[in-house]
């Protein structure tokens, strides 16, 4: 997964670093204007 920021005002941040686009890993924290949210890729299979 990948996340970039599409010229926002505030900027995209992912672990505290400002982003033009980065591919994500586990854990990895992304800040989108007031909002922190924390990646995880999730499992395959059931």
């Known amino acids: 997964f990948e ?3 599409a010229g ?3 900027g995209t941040y992912v672990n505290r670093d400002r982003i033009d686009r980065v591919r ?3 854990g990895d ?3 989108i ?3 922190r949210l924390v990646f995880f890729s999730g499992h395959e299979g059931g």
């Open 24 to 26: 994500l890993s586990d």
């Open 3 to 5: 996340v970039s920021d």
């Open 8 to 10: 926002s005002l505030n």
């Open 33 to 35: 204007g007031k909002y």
């Open 29 to 31: 924290e992304v800040q």
